[in-house]
């Protein structure tokens, strides 16, 4: 028996075979990218006494029907709620020597805003009617402001950005002691607490 | 003189294309792996406002909400009021906690209390809505919820 080359097997069409499943694939799937802005509700029941908040740590932003900013009793335009919300925020307006004092605070200290960051609340009032746009516009603004204070502390403390720091634990990505990071990252937390509220929407032209 | 008679009537040889296959496998391997199967059929329209300051959504235990004016090709039928869609179907605002309970108990078990919900809202969509789902959501004791946006500045457009 002599032995006989195989013959060689044709794989023209291997490659429409590939295309075919490829262009399956290109139509029935997406490429997931999504991120947002994450939040906490605050649960359902009534509280016995609310905590009484003192007008000056109040930063009350209110957004009308025709989305019009109002912010502390004056018309403001968008790009400048995250400027005004900082320096609220790090007003650190308690007296040196008394316990509220604020002593990584860089504000203008006024007696008048907020005694400091722990005190502070910035407090959202929307009408039904705003567009969700503008919304998501105020509240991106207003994270913005936290997340340049925390960063601020943070580069100070550690010498390392906290919005940095905290992406790439959630993605995975961190190298180094990660619990360690997470401490840290609770630190510069609690210097500048997230206080947002948002009061009950008022229907239009109440 | 028989040297010049050896080439054949002068045709160009075939191109080799047994390396076409590889290079659309490995295309198509990449989209296996960077791609999900779409699983909800989109009803509302869905412009995503932009924001900067964003994390990213842990996709294992979300539940999506959808929120829009129907997209042109439902307008006949459901008119241009902004709308809640659930999985496949539209839900009404009073039906929202029973369509999130089921879509709650779809996932896995270790994880139904630590659900997040993602709310895909129109820009257009107006935030009384949006409300009246965080309502909802309230009163069924799932706090944590993600706005998703898409990236971009929302200031300076």
Known sequence: ?206 | MSKFKKKKGGEIPAVNTASLPDIVFMLLFFFMVVTVLRDNNLLVQNTLPKADQLEKLKKDRSVYIYAGKPSSRYKDKYGTEGKIQIGDKFTDISNVKFALTEAREALRPELQDKVMVALKVDEETNTGLVTDIKQQLRDLNMLKIIYITAPGNPVNQ
């Open chain 1, 1 to 206: 028996m002599a032995r006989r080359a195989t013959p060689e097997v044709n794989a023209g069409s291997m490659a429409d075979i590939a295309f075919l499943l490829l262009i399956f694939f290109l139509v029935t799937t997406t490429i997931e990218k999504d991120k947002g802005i994450a939040r906490q509700l605050p649960p359902d029941e009534e509280i016995e006494d609310p905590p009484i908040i003192k007008q000056k740590n109040l930063f009350i932003v209110s957004v009308n029907k025709d989305d019009q900013l109002l912010v502390e009793d004056e018309l403001m335009k968008v790009g400048d709620l995250r400027e005004a919300a900082i320096q609220f925020l790090d007003n650190g307006g308690a007296p040196n020597g008394s316990p509220e004092y604020c002593n990584y605070c860089k504000g203008a200290r006024d007696p008048k805003s907020s005694d400091n960051p722990e005190k502070a609340v910035i407090s959202v009032q929307n009408d039904r009617l705003t567009s969700y746009s503008m919304y998501i516009t105020v509240q991106n603004e207003l994270v913005a402001a936290y997340n340049f204070l925390r960063n601020r502390e943070s580069q100070r403390l550690f010498g390392w950005k906290f919005t940095e720091v905290k992406q790439s634990i959630d993605e995975g990505s961190f190298n180094g002691n990660e619990d360690d990071a997470q401490e840290k990252l609770e630190r510069i937390q609690k210097l500048f607490p997230l206080k947002l509220s948002e009061a009950e929407p008022k229907k239009s032209g109440q």
